[in-house]
C-alpha cells in the first residue's frame, strides 16, 4: 500500500516532530509514503481562497496533479491542508465550467487537473485502510492507565459532503474515540467536545478572543474529564492546545497544565518511534506522560 | 456618510449600496439570496461564541442591506475558522461560509486586508509556502529531518509553476503583492 503525503506548511516548519510522528507510524503499519515532490501550501484559507475561486483551485489542482500522476491518494495530517484540499477538488466537481478555467491556468504549466486521487486526513486512512484492531495487534506499547481527552478539530468534519472520509453524525464524531481507544487509553468526555479551540485566523486577528474561546474550552477538559492527556486529530489544534495553556498561565486565567499531543504522535510512540524525533518539540510538558507509556 | 451611525447603531437604510448583493454573488456567494435569515449558522459558530460582532448571519444582513463600510471597517470577517458549521447546519444551502470569503474578496479589491494576509500572500509567491519560519531549518534538524522539506523549497521548478500560477490568476491583476521579481523571504505565520 503507498499514499502520498502532503505535508503542509505548520507541519514542516512549526511542528516537524508531527510530520516525523507520521513518517515512522505508516510505514511501521506496512503503508509506503511519497514524498509528492514539489508539493506547496494547499492554499490556506486567509491567503488564495479569499481572493478568488479560480487562483484557489489552481494552486490546489496542481498539488492534486503531483499525486494524479502517480496514481495515489492524499494523506495529509493538518486539518486546513485537509479542508482547503477537499473543499477545492469538491468545487471543481460540482462545476465542471470552474475545473475548465482551472485546467486553462494550469495549461501554462503543462498540467492538467482531472480530479482522481482521493484526499484523506491520516487517521481516517489508518482507521478504514487498516482498523483498529489491526492496530492494537501492531503496537508495543499502549496508553493503558492513562485518561485522554479528544480535540478533533474543525476541518475533520464540517462541511462533511466534501470529505472522502465522512462521519455517522459531524456533531458526534467516534472515529477519533474508537482510535485512542485502541491505543488502550481511557477517553473521557466533556460537554465543549466539537467546541473550536481558536487557532488560526481568529488567533491572528484578535489573540484575545481567541485564548478567552480556548479557556472555556480547557476549562471544560479540566472539570469534566481532568485527563493525564490531551490527543488532537488536528495540527492546527495541536498548535493551539501546546501553546495557548502557557499563555494563559502567564496571565493567571488558568493554573494547570495538560499534556497534548497529535493522535499520529501517540500512534508513533506506542509502535515504538523515538519520543525526541515524533514529540520533541512539544512546549507542554509530555515527558511525565510519555515515561507512563514506555517501560522504565 | 457613515452607514451605522454613532454608538447606538441605528442603520441608515437609505445609505445602502445596492451593488454590493451582485458583487457578492460574482465572486462565489451565489447563494446570498436564499438565506431566510435564521440564524442555524450563528447558533454553530465559533466568532460568536468568542463575541466579534459581525459573524455569518449578521454578514448576511449586513450585505443585503448594502452595508459596505460597516462591513470593510470592522476586522471579524478575516477572523472567521473556516469551520463550515455553518454550512453543515444552514437549511437553505446557502453556503456562509462562501459569504464571508466572497466578503473578504470584496475587502481585497478595495485594499482593505490585513497585513497578515499580504504577508501570506507574498511568502506563497516567494517560497510556495503561506506559512514560512525562516528557522524551520534549525527546528526541522533537530527531530532529524532534511532541512527543506520536498516541497518547492526543495524543487525550484515547482516554484516557478507556483508562481506562473499566480501571475496568471487575479491576484496578479489586482497588485496586492510585487511579483516578478525574486523574492526575499522572511518568517511569515498565517
Ligand atoms: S445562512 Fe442559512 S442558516 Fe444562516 S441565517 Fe441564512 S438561511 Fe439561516
Ligand atoms: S466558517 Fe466562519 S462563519 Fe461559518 S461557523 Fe465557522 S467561523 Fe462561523
Same mark, same amino acid.
Request: net charge negative; hydrophobic share 40%; glycine share 8%.
Given at each position: 500500500?503507498?499514499?502520498?503525503?502532503?505535508?503542509?506548511?505548520?507541519?514542516?516548519?512549526?511542528?516537524?516532530?508531527?510530520?516525523?510522528?507520521?513518517?515512522?507510524?505508516? /510505514?511501521?503499519?506496512?503503508?509506503?509514503?511519497?514524498?509528492?515532490?514539489?508539493?506547496?501550501?494547499? /492554499?490556506?484559507?486567509?491567503?488564495?481562497?479569499?481572493?478568488?475561486?479560480?487562483?484557489?483551485?489552481?494552486?490546489?489542482?496542481?498539488?492534486?496533479?503531483?499525486?494524479?500522476?502517480?496514481?495515489?491518494?492524499?494523506?495529509?495530517?493538518?486539518?486546513?491542508?485537509?479542508?482547503?484540499?477537499?473543499?477545492?477538488?469538491?468545487?471543481?466537481?460540482?462545476?465542471?465550467? $470552474?475545473?475548465?478555467?482551472?485546467?486553462?491556468?494550469?495549461?501554462?504549466?503543462?498540467?492538467?487537473?482531472?480530479?482522481?486521487?482521493?484526499?484523506?486526513?491520516?487517521?481516517?486512512?489508518?482507521?478504514?485502510?487498516?482498523? /483498529?484492531?489491526?492496530?492494537?495487534?501492531?503496537?508495543?506499547?499502549? $496508553?493503558?492507565?492513562?485518561?485522554?481527552?479528544?480535540?478533533?478539530?474543525?476541518?475533520?468534519?464540517? /462541511?462533511?459532503?466534501?470529505?472522502y472520509d465522512k462521519e455517522e453524525d459531524p456533531f458526534?464524531?467516534?472515529?477519533?474515540?474508537?482510535?485512542?481507544?485502541?491505543?488502550?487509553?481511557?477517553?473521557?468526555?466533556?460537554?465543549?467536545?466539537?467546541?473550536?479551540?481558536?487557532?488560526?485566523?481568529?488567533r491572528s486577528t484578535d489573540m484575545e478572543k481567541s485564548?478567552?474561546?480556548?479557556?472555556?474550552?480547557?476549562?471544560?477538559?479540566?472539570? +469534566?474529564?481532568?485527563?493525564?492527556?490531551? @490527543?488532537?486529530?488536528?495540527?492546527?489544534?495541536?498548535?493551539?492546545?501546546?501553546?495557548?495553556?502557557?499563555?494563559?498561565?502567564?496571565?493567571?486565567?488558568?493554573?494547570?497544565?495538560? *499534556?497534548?499531543?497529535?493522535?499520529?504522535?501517540?500512534?508513533?510512540?506506542?509502535?515504538?518511534?523515538?519520543?525526541?524525533?515524533?514529540?520533541?518539540?512539544?512546549?507542554?510538558?509530555?515527558?511525565?506522560?510519555?515515561?507512563? @507509556?514506555?517501560?522504565? | 456618510?457613515?452607514?451605522?451611525?454613532?454608538?447606538?447603531?441605528? @442603520?441608515?437604510?437609505?445609505?445602502?449600496?445596492?451593488?454590493?448583493?451582485?458583487e457578492i454573488k460574482e465572486l462565489g456567494g451565489e447563494?446570498?439570496?436564499?438565506?431566510?435569515?435564521?440564524?442555524?449558522?450563528?447558533?454553530?459558530?465559533?466568532?460568536?461564541?468568542?463575541?466579534?460582532?459581525?459573524?455569518?448571519?449578521?454578514? @448576511?444582513?449586513?450585505?443585503?442591506?448594502?452595508?459596505?463600510?460597516?462591513?470593510?471597517?470592522?476586522?471579524?470577517?478575516?477572523?472567521?475558522?473556516?469551520?463550515?458549521?455553518?454550512?453543515?447546519?444552514?437549511?437553505?444551502?446557502?453556503? *456562509?461560509?462562501?459569504?464571508?470569503?466572497?466578503?473578504?474578496?470584496?475587502?481585497?479589491?478595495?485594499?482593505?486586508?490585513?497585513?497578515?494576509?499580504?504577508?501570506?500572500?507574498?511568502?506563497?509567491?516567494?517560497?510556495?509556502?503561506?506559512?514560512?519560519?525562516?528557522?524551520?531549518?534549525?527546528?526541522?534538524?533537530?527531530?532529524?529531518?532534511? +532541512?527543506?522539506?520536498?516541497?518547492?523549497?526543495?524543487?525550484?521548478?515547482?516554484?516557478?509553476?507556483?508562481?506562473?500560477?499566480? +501571475?496568471?490568476?487575479?491576484?496578479?491583476?489586482?497588485?496586492?503583492?510585487?511579483?516578478?521579481?525574486?523574492?526575499?523571504?522572511?518568517?511569515?505565520?498565517?
Amino acid at each position: 500500500m503507498k499514499v502520498g503525503f502532503f505535508i503542509g506548511c505548520n507541519t514542516s516548519f512549526n511542528r516537524p516532530d508531527l510530520e516525523q510522528a507520521v513518517r515512522h507510524a505508516f /510505514p511501521a503499519l506496512g503503508i509506503e509514503l511519497d514524498d509528492l515532490e514539489g508539493q506547496s501550501c494547499c /492554499p490556506t484559507w486567509g491567503t488564495l481562497p479569499s481572493v478568488d475561486v479560480v487562483g484557489w483551485c489552481a494552486v490546489s489542482a496542481r498539488n492534486h496533479t503531483i499525486a494524479e500522476q502517480k496514481g495515489l491518494d492524499i494523506v495529509t495530517v493538518c486539518g486546513s491542508c485537509y479542508g482547503s484540499l477537499s473543499e477545492a477538488k469538491y468545487k471543481m466537481e460540482v462545476d465542471p465550467e $470552474l475545473k475548465a478555467k482551472v485546467n486553462e491556468v494550469l495549461q501554462t504549466i503543462g498540467r492538467e487537473y482531472k480530479g482522481t486521487s482521493n484526499v484523506r486526513l491520516t487517521y481516517y486512512y489508518l482507521y478504514h485502510e487498516i482498523g /483498529p484492531e489491526k492496530i492494537r495487534a501492531s503496537l508495543k506499547y499502549t $496508553l493503558g492507565g492513562l485518561k485522554v481527552a479528544l480535540q478533533p478539530g474543525c476541518h475533520t468534519l464540517w /462541511p462533511s459532503k466534501v470529505y472522502y472520509d465522512k462521519e455517522e453524525d459531524p456533531f458526534h464524531p467516534r472515529v477519533l474515540k474508537e482510535m485512542v481507544e485502541a491505543l488502550g487509553a481511557t477517553v473521557g468526555h466533556y460537554t465543549r467536545l466539537i467546541d473550536c479551540c481558536g487557532m488560526g485566523a481568529m488567533r491572528s486577528t484578535d489573540m484575545e478572543k481567541s485564548l478567552n474561546l480556548f479557556r472555556r474550552k480547557i476549562l471544560s477538559i479540566k472539570e +469534566e474529564v481532568d485527563p493525564d492527556l490531551i @490527543i488532537t486529530g488536528c495540527s492546527s489544534c495541536l498548535i493551539q492546545f501546546d501553546t495557548a495553556q502557557e499563555m494563559l498561565r502567564r496571565e493567571k486565567k488558568i493554573n494547570f497544565e495538560i *499534556p497534548v499531543l497529535h493522535f499520529m504522535q501517540a500512534l508513533a510512540i506506542c509502535l515504538g518511534a523515538d519520543p525526541e524525533k515524533v514529540a520533541g518539540l512539544a512546549r507542554t510538558n509530555v515527558k511525565s506522560v510519555i515515561g507512563k @507509556i514506555l517501560p522504565s | 456618510m457613515s452607514q451605522v451611525q454613532g454608538g447606538i447603531g441605528i @442603520i441608515n437604510l437609505s445609505a445602502g449600496d445596492p451593488s454590493l448583493v451582485n458583487e457578492i454573488k460574482e465572486l462565489g456567494g451565489e447563494e446570498l439570496l436564499e438565506c431566510i435569515q435564521c440564524a442555524k449558522c450563528a447558533a454553530a459558530c465559533p466568532m460568536v461564541l468568542a463575541g466579534f460582532p459581525f459573524f455569518n448571519k449578521r454578514v @448576511i444582513q449586513a450585505i443585503l442591506l448594502g452595508l459596505r463600510d460597516a462591513l470593510l471597517d470592522d476586522s471579524s470577517i478575516w477572523a472567521c475558522q473556516s469551520c463550515n458549521r455553518c454550512t453543515e447546519v444552514c437549511p437553505r444551502e446557502v453556503n *456562509p461560509f462562501e459569504i464571508i470569503q466572497a466578503m473578504r474578496r470584496v475587502a481585497i479589491r478595495e485594499f482593505a486586508l490585513p497585513t497578515l494576509a499580504i504577508e501570506g500572500l507574498k511568502s506563497l509567491y516567494d517560497t510556495g509556502h503561506a506559512v514560512y519560519l525562516a528557522g524551520a531549518g534549525n527546528t526541522r534538524a533537530k527531530v532529524g529531518l532534511p +532541512e527543506k522539506p520536498p516541497s518547492t523549497l526543495s524543487y525550484p521548478e515547482a516554484l516557478k509553476e507556483v508562481r506562473t500560477i499566480l +501571475e496568471n490568476t487575479e491576484l496578479a491583476e489586482l497588485g496586492v503583492i510585487p511579483m516578478g521579481e525574486s523574492g526575499v523571504t522572511d518568517s511569515c505565520e498565517v
